[in-house]
């Protein structure tokens, strides 16, 4: 039996007290997730995004507002909601190191009650599509982060969740084993109707390529939520110039500010040259732009016009990149 | 209770996967004996060392106090090993947390890491008192054993420091940073206050109340009782020697009870504030 939505959340609250301060980590999200959607979080480090993971799979009570996991409230009902979940976060390198590859994964189908026979055989089938078919019986001390990190991702999908939450799953990993592991994914979503993915990234290709829906988030609140298509199709009206430069200082940055039609432009500083990205409501507002580049003794390297991103609507939405955003976070 | 044998399954069965990695079963015996005997060793030659300077009533309080220390070699190893899993699996291992999402029962799988210690351990105690009846002449004898009141006694002995070592995980579980001392840090202050060392009377007053009021105390006499014909034997001045053994039994079974009472809401709180903190998964720095 599917619900109406696989997660449902109600102006979700979380704060954090530490010593020296009170943080408000989500401040009022409110999602609706269906049964059978990829639904990404994309949000630069400190967004919320684990924070709200952490609420859902019932590792961290909520401050305030409701969630809702497969029909079941991750406070009152914590029990169902593990019932029909499992989660994953990259970036870590976790495992028994004195356990091997198979005797971890089964340990955990253990905690679910599930079939050792079943259990076993699921495990060698994932084994060999993450590529670790040769590891099952290698110690995981001897592995290395990348390895236990696939090893972790394999005890994710382990107990065939209903919904499986990937927190920044492809964070660490090398370009193939990433590709593998979105793939995967993706492929498991197609081959089991109902099942639901949420992930979490704060790389904006993942979410475009990936995604069926993505929330965009900072701050702890949602500035967006819709598909990758759509997003970016906001932008649609405007158009998107990539610019590389010799450097250039904060006054042209503010001058170009104050051009009327300008939407946002940001900055991210390589050796020798800076890259600009510009939004614009109108190509003729350009050259306003190229002149102000003048007048700050700045000389134009290479421009180009460009498809908008989600990193573009990431920019549009809170005035600055992703990156430069991970950098003051 | 189908969640929490599944549970506990699982992490006996870590609990020997990780910690009894010896290939020979010569090795497992040795481990087994080494460290309580060194342990009764020492307070052997202590023993002797203090009865020969000071005064000297006459009874010889080794049997007291080896059979003491050896059964609270147990004691110690138990009551710090359901903490010492949440801190191993929160963060050296980074795996509590996926194991806190799946919907089996947390105590069941601490209780299992506890079984799995205790078991590993437990042919120690055995081998112990065998070598210290045939080499340094402690009074225990096969025939006389008294094998139900051993039964018995070992049983409740047990299941009070079971109960109290969940205690001690919930406790943890609720500390961000530092936990680890607090297993090592009761286990040690009860090695005084059970009477295990040395009986109870040489204690200052105060102290004396303490020890009265830790049921470990009664579960140390008790095992004396069982394997030590003479335990009760007024000359030890034991302090505990006008106690029946069917009180001493009483007092074991109400303890259980109360401790259980004590630790099972107690960890469900333990639970609910990990939760509130965000502790269960402690692998950042804040
Ligand atoms: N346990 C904690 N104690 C205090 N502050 C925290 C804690 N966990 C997260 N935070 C803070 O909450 C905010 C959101 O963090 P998080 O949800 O981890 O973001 P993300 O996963 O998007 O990077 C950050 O500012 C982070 O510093
Ligand atoms: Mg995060």
């Known amino acids: 039996m599917q619900p109406e939505y696989a997660i449902r959340t109600v102006n979700l609250q979380r704060t954090y007290k530490t010593k020296e301060r009170v943080l408000k980590a989500l401040d009022g999200v409110d999602l609706a997730v269906r049964p059978g959607e990829l639904f990404g979080f994309l949000g630069p480090n400190g ?217 946002s432009i940001s900055q991210r500083s390589g050796d020798q040259r800076d890259e600009l990205s510009l939004i614009l409501r109108d190509d003729a507002i350009l050259p306003q732009v190229l002149s102000q580049l003048a007048n700050h003794n700045a000389g134009l390297l290479s421009l180009e016009k460009r498809q908008p991103t989600l990193e573009d609507v990431f920019v549009n939405l809170v005035g600055h990149s992703l990156s430069e955003s991970e950098a003051t976070a | 209770m189908q969640r929490f044998w599944q549970a506990f399954r699982v992490g006996a069965w870590l609990g020997w996967k990780t910690e009894s990695n010896w290939t020979n079963p010569l090795f497992y015996i040795l481990w087994s004996l080494l460290l309580p005997m060194s342990n009764g060793l020492i307070m052997t030659m202590m023993l002797r060392v203090l009865q020969r300077t000071g005064n000297a009533s006459g009874a010889d309080l080794l049997p007291y106090v080896f059979i003491g220390t050896v059964v609270y070699s147990i004691v110690a190893l138990l009551l710090d090993s359901m903490a010492w899993a949440v801190l191993e699996d929160r963060e050296r291992m980074g795996m509590l947390k996926y194991i806190a999402i799946t919907p089996s029962s947390m105590y069941g799988y601490l209780w299992g890491r506890g079984f799995a210690k205790v078991s590993i351990n437990f042919l120690a105690v055995p081998l112990t008192l065998t070598f210290g009846a045939l080499v340094l002449d402690i009074p225990i004898r096969l025939s006389t054993i008294d094998w139900p009141l051993l039964l018995v006694v070992s049983l409740l002995g047990l299941l009070i420091v079971t109960f109290a070592a969940q205690i001690l995980a919930g406790v943890t579980l609720m500390i961000a940073r530092h936990a680890g001392f607090v297993g090592q840090a009761v286990s040690g202050a009860l090695y005084l206050f059970t009477g295990a060392l040395f009986p109870i009377t040489v204690l200052p007053n105060w102290m004396q109340v303490i020890t009265r009021a830790v049921p470990l105390t009664y579960w140390l006499e008790g095992m004396r009782r069982a394997l030590w014909v003479d335990a009760q034997n007024p000359v030890y001045n034991t302090g505990l020697n006008q106690l029946s053994t069917s009180n001493l039994l009483l007092i074991l079974l109400g303890s259980a009870i109360a401790m259980a009472v004590i630790s099972i809401p107690l960890q469900r709180r333990a639970e609910h504030r990990a939760k509130e903190k965000g502790l269960l998964d402690m692998n950042t720095a804040y």
């Open chain 1, 47 to 263: 967004a919320g995004k684990t924070t709200t993971i952490k609420i859902l799979t019932t590792l961290l009570l909520p401050s305030g507002g409701t969630a809702e996991v497969w029909g079941f409230d991750v406070l009152h009902e914590a029990d169902a909601v593990r019932r029909h979940i499992n989660m994953v976060s990259g970036g870590e390198s976790s495992g028994y190191g004195l356990l091997t590859v198979r005797e971890n994964l089964w340990m955990f189908t253990q905690f679910h009650g599930m079939d050792s026979k079943v259990a076993n055989k699921r495990i060698d089938e994932l084994l060999e599509v993450m590529g670790l078919a040769d590891r099952a019986k290698t110690r995981v001390s001897f592995l290395s982060t990348g390895l236990r990190q696939k090893m972790n991702y394999i005890r994710g999908l382990l107990t065939d969740p209903d919904v499986l939450f990937l927190d920044e799953p492809t964070l660490g990993l090398d370009v193939e084993a990433a590709r593998t592991l979105r793939t995967y994914t993706r492929h498991w979503l197609d081959t089991n109707p109902g099942k639901t993915v949420v992930l979490t990234t704060h790389y904006m290709q993942e979410a475009d390529e990936l995604c069926d829906r993505v929330a965009i988030i900072s701050g702890g609140t949602i500035l967006a939520c819709d598909t990758p298509t759509s997003l970016k199709y906001s932008l649609q009206q405007d158009v998107v110039f990539r610019l590389f430069t010799t450097p250039v200082a904060p006054a042209f940055l503010q001058a170009v500010e104050q051009i009327a039609g300008v939407q």
